[in-house]
């Protein structure tokens, strides 16, 4: 309910969820009168990320942002410039695209609608942002190149506060479900490119080795649910998907394919292993 005073006035509003509409009751008195008004809102209505793909393509000679239906179908280039447009991710409720351009000068971050209007630089450096669950705060890295740091900040690009601060990669950072607690691949334990995968929470507290392996592991994906961790790792002598529990435990090979080609490709393995855990 929400009340609302004025002069000589007293209002309660009361909204009631039927379907896909609200039923909006207000009640309100004005002196000596007294008034009661229904009225339906259509609840505004969120484009699903699942029901479409995100991502970027050099297809047409540059790197752009993309999206299509699940199935492959019709692929929109949503940038269509001649800039680096890359790391794309949806926001919670499908309505906006963050995303690293260097169409403002040195690569920033951007945020545009889902239908790739009202583009706008957030005018903070990086790559790799995503959205946290309640949308109130971007996670991306930044820095020289093999000395990335993670930050966060909040959606608008204000307040940016550094998480992460070593002399090795911090990189590839990913909001649990529930926002509580920040993924990452790192070198700090690991020499010769064997990173291992992190997790530490929200504020940069904490960090912990969950992989603890020899060989490299990376590109770590939560399960919707939060249970469940995604990651690739060569430890069996290719590339391959594994998962473990979100406390590091009970690690396993889902794959017996090799995907050597993927590292390169970390957001279509971040991609790779989202459907994987969502079936």
Same mark, same amino acid.
């Given at each position: 309910?929400?009340?609302?005073?004025?002069?000589?006035?007293?209002?309660?509003?009361?909204?009631?969820?039927?379907?896909?509409?609200?039923?909006?009751?207000?009640?309100?008195?004005?002196?000596?009168?007294?008034?009661?008004?229904?009225?339906?809102?259509?609840?505004?209505?969120?484009?699903?990320?699942?029901?479409?793909?995100?991502?970027?393509? #050099?297809? #047409?000679?540059?790197? @752009?942002?993309?999206?299509?239906?699940?199935?492959?179908?019709?692929?929109?280039?949503?940038?269509?410039?001649?800039? /680096?447009?890359?790391?794309?991710?949806?926001?919670?409720?499908?309505?906006?695209?963050?995303?690293?351009?260097?169409?403002?000068?040195?690569?920033?971050?951007? =945020?545009?609608?889902?239908?790739?209007?009202?583009?706008?630089?957030?005018?903070?450096?990086?790559?790799?942002?995503?959205?946290?669950?309640?949308?109130?705060?971007?996670?991306?890295?930044?820095?020289?190149? /093999?000395?990335?740091?993670?930050?966060?900040?909040?959606? @608008?690009?204000?307040?940016?506060?550094?998480?992460?601060?070593?002399?090795?990669?911090?990189?590839?950072?990913?909001?649990?479900?529930?926002?509580?607690?920040?993924?990452?691949?790192?070198?700090?334990?690991?020499?010769?490119?064997?990173?291992?995968?992190?997790?530490?929470?929200?504020?940069?507290?904490?960090?912990?080795?969950?992989?603890?392996?020899?060989?490299?592991?990376?590109?770590?994906?939560?399960?919707?649910?939060?249970?469940?961790?995604?990651?690739?790792?060569?430890?069996?002598?290719?590339?391959?998907?594994?998962?473990?529990?979100?406390?590091?435990?009970?690690?396993?090979?889902?794959?017996?394919?090799?995907?050597?080609?993927?590292?390169?490709?970390?957001?279509?393995?971040?991609? =790779?292993?989202?459907?994987?855990?969502?079936?």
């Amino acid at each position: 309910d929400e009340l609302h005073w004025g002069p000589g006035t007293y209002t309660v509003e009361r909204h009631l969820e039927a379907g896909d509409h609200t039923l909006k009751l207000d009640y309100y008195e004005s002196h000596e009168d007294q008034f009661v008004t229904l009225s339906w809102q259509k609840i505004p209505t969120p484009v699903p990320p699942v029901q479409r793909i995100l991502f970027a393509s #050099d297809r #047409d000679g540059d790197y @752009d942002v993309y999206v299509m239906d699940a199935n492959g179908a019709n692929p929109v280039n949503l940038t269509d410039n001649i800039t /680096w447009d890359m790391d794309p991710a949806w926001s919670p409720d499908g309505r906006q695209i963050v995303f690293a351009s260097d169409q403002s000068g040195p690569t920033q971050l951007h =945020v545009m609608d889902a239908d790739g209007s009202n583009v706008r630089s957030l005018g903070v450096t990086g790559y790799q942002p995503r959205w946290s669950p309640d949308g109130s705060r971007i996670v991306f890295m930044d820095g020289p190149e /093999w000395a990335w740091e993670i930050y966060v900040m909040d959606a @608008d690009g204000s307040n940016v506060v550094q998480l992460t601060d070593n002399d090795v990669a911090d990189f590839t950072p990913s909001w649990s479900p529930d926002g509580s607690r920040i993924l990452f691949e790192t070198g700090r334990d690991a020499p010769d490119l064997q990173e291992e995968i992190y997790v530490m929470n929200a504020n940069g507290s904490d960090p912990i080795n969950l992989s603890q392996h020899q060989a490299w592991d990376g590109s770590p994906a939560w399960s919707p649910d939060g249970s469940t961790i995604a990651f690739l790792s060569n430890r069996d002598g290719n590339n391959e998907i594994y998962l473990m529990d979100a406390d590091g435990g009970n690690q396993r090979r889902l794959t017996s394919v090799s995907y050597t080609h993927l590292r390169a490709h970390e957001t279509s393995l971040h991609l =790779v292993c989202r459907l994987l855990l969502e079936k």
